[in-house]
């Protein structure tokens, strides 16, 4: 796990001092060790020490020190968080001289081991015990299609240096970041916003569409593009190839993976079978680290199911001496899941780890937390997250698996109730549009009826149409009065016609790219790599494929985790119906001790944005109903302030 960096320079001039500039910044990513190389047309290239090199690899191989002035084609930075060989001999970049390759990895490709016992049959001989060069000798034997035979997270820029060809690499569904920026004079492709901003090329224009949407729905990180107008992100399962023999910094963008559901024939025990045994497998290869590896634990199903599932492994193994785990708890107790943490805990006899992310804290850390995200968040709760990494760095562990992604593919948020009654309407199965419903009257004393009208609605068409509105509101949004311009269409998405279409939207634009940018960057800000198990490609084909039902049955959702882990987990966790996440008690902050610093900086807000993102007017009228209990809570104040506070860093 590292920061990487890559210039190719587009016109002559520009020296290493832009390399070192954009490599210092992310220190925090790599506080292990730091290198360079540089290349240009005719020569092979050359690997440099930094300032920050470890002296072991400085022992070991001599490298010079790279200084300001020097001049080159593509230039490589890297930052690295040593987790495999921790000897000098993992040192990055690298060098593959015989197939003429070079490398800045960031991430892990988990099953490395497998991909290196299958080259070795074919004659591959290896100097290092990193997967960073199991990568290099698998491009070389395979081409890009040794994409398709890696499991992890990782984002890695290869530079063949005798075609003079450049690739840059996303994994399947984007767990690591990779930006772009096309200057004038270069192209960079780095691991965070903040290197980019670095360059002499770069001048700020805030990307309007992006931002009052955000303002007005939360929504981030939906497609390629980001709140910089001139930078984006490669997309998940996507590289770019360039041709760097020529001058200019054209690209092409291709797509080298697309989740293709494997749908399910079987029965649901057999189904309940293999999703253990691809969830077990999933976690075990993740445990695969030179160091120790933690867990993030809320007490909640996934997270319990990661803690629970690696004790059980570690002890199979006879390497068990307790894991340790961070939580993060309030002394409120409809904000604190303690007592559920506590109990997988006692199960797996861990070592537990406690911080108590406070108002207090928020204040003081503000600056730092939205320094690191590169792009505003949408709530505090992202920073109850930034807490439990710091834990996690004070306790002085480097690497933690958690639960993210399992939601998303498991129907674990609300709001899938329209969608899941439209599918099986669609699909003719009325049988189980009547159990749900029944179902749901025996629970909660009703019938389902606005889900059950907007399905029909949407499987019949126009013959329902008086019956509700001609647009569904979704994620019940605030009205957006006090974004200034915004178009009523900003509230709105097209309404998904089944479970799995809804579940592929959540994967590939809500919430989920934005809350694997938030734990990238929180836990990288504390030199932290996270591992997520659930974001396994052959877990996710496998559950997308499943039938409705085996995911949210009866209203009880992620159904067919709750009956993969019993016996594992511990009874209370497999029996809970509450979700919460990472949560801070906002609403109690911003209307208790708070007060003052909320409302002052939704004042400062106004008088700097009213009249082009923001309506200062109805903000303020916005804010105050909410405040005096005239309107229901929500993150629009958070919004504000986070939105203000990160344009003041960037603009």
């Not at 090199?53 to 020190?65: M, P």
Request: aromatic share 12%; glycine share 8%.
């Amino acid at each position: 796990m590292c920061g990487i960096l890559s210039i190719i320079n587009t016109k002559p001039g520009n020296g290493s001092e832009n390399l070192l500039k954009a490599c210092s910044i992310i220190k925090h990513r790599g506080p292990d060790d730091e290198g360079f190389l540089t290349w240009a047309a005719g020569t092979d290239p050359v690997i440099w020490a930094g300032a920050d090199t470890a002296s072991s690899t400085h022992d070991f191989w001599k490298y010079n020190t790279l200084t300001a002035g020097q001049h080159f084609k593509v230039g490589f930075g890297h930052r690295r968080l040593s987790i495999l060989d921790l000897s000098p001999a993992g040192h990055q970049p690298m060098v593959y001289d015989k197939a003429g390759l070079a490398i800045s990895f960031n991430g892990e490709v988990y099953n490395y081991l497998e991909i290196k016992a299958e080259l070795e049959t074919e004659g591959h001989h290896f100097h290092t015990t990193t997967d960073t060069e199991v990568i290099l000798h698998a491009w070389e034997h395979w081409g890009v299609k040794c994409l398709d035979k890696f499991n992890g997270m990782f984002a890695f820029v290869i530079l063949d240096y005798r075609k003079q060809k450049l690739f840059a690499v996303r994994d399947r569904f984007g767990v690591k970041p990779l930006y772009y920026f096309k200057g004038e004079s270069a192209l960079y492709l780095a691991s965070e916003i903040k290197q980019i901003r670095t360059s002499p090329d770069f001048k700020f224009h805030l990307e309007e569409a992006i931002a009052r949407k955000y303002l007005a729905t939360g929504s981030t990180d939906q497609s390629d593009k980001t709140f910089y107008k001139n930078i984006e992100c490669i997309p998940g399962g996507s590289y770019i190839e360039m041709d760097i023999s020529k001058d200019g910094n054209d690209f092409a963008i291709k797509q080298w993976y697309t989740l293709k559901p494997k749908k399910w024939t079987g029965t649901f025990d057999e189904a309940v079978a293999e999703f253990r045994r691809l969830l077990i497998d999933a976690v075990s290869l993740r445990l695969r680290s030179d160091v120790t590896v933690g867990s993030c634990l809320s007490g909640g199903l996934d997270s319990s199911s990661i803690v629970c599932i690696a004790a059980d492994l570690l002890k199979a193994k006879g390497e068990y001496a307790g894991q340790e785990t961070v939580t993060a708890c309030y002394d409120i107790a409809r904000y604190d899941e303690w007592k559920f943490a506590e109990e997988v805990i006692k199960k797996t006899n861990s070592t537990p780890h406690k911080t108590f992310p406070s108002f207090q804290q928020l204040q003081d850390e503000i600056d730092a937390f939205i320094f690191h995200q590169d792009e505003p968040t949408g709530s505090t709760s992202q920073f109850s997250q930034w807490a439990v990494f710091k834990a996690t760095h004070d306790a002085g562990l480097k690497v933690m698996i958690d639960g993210q992604g399992a939601d998303e593919q498991l129907a674990g948020y609300g709001g899938n109730d329209i969608p899941f009654y439209t599918g099986l309407m669609k699909s003719g199965q009325w049988g189980d549009v009547i159990e749900e419903s029944k179902t749901h009257k025996a629970t909660t004393g009703g019938y389902p009826k606005s889900s059950l009208l907007a399905a029909a609605q949407l499987t019949f068409g126009k013959t329902l149409s008086s019956l509700l509105p001609q647009r569904l509101r979704v994620n019940n949004m605030p009205p957006v009065k006090f974004v200034h311009n915004t178009e009523p269409a900003y509230m709105y998405d097209a309404p998904a016609h089944s479970l799995q279409e809804n579940l592929l939207r959540q994967l590939y634009q809500e919430p989920l790219p934005a809350l694997l940018r938030y734990e990238d960057h929180n836990s990288m800000a504390w030199s932290v790599e996270s591992r997520t198990p659930f974001m396994d490609y052959r877990l996710l084909e496998f559950t997308m494929g499943l039938p409705p039902r085996y995911l949210l049955k009866n209203g009880v959702r992620k159904h067919i985790l709750r009956e993969a882990m019993h016996g594992i987990i511990p009874e209370a966790i497999e029996n809970r119906r509450d979700k919460m996440g990472f949560v801070t008690p906002e609403e109690m902050w911003m209307k208790g001790e708070g007060k003052a610093w909320f409302t002052s900086e939704i004042d400062k807000a106004c008088k700097k944005f009213n009249g082009t993102i923001l309506n200062a007017a109805e903000t303020k009228i916005y804010f105050n109903e909410m405040m005096e209990g005239k309107r229901t809570f929500d993150f629009v104040p958070w919004r504000i302030i986070c939105f203000s506070k990160w344009m003041s860093t960037v603009a």
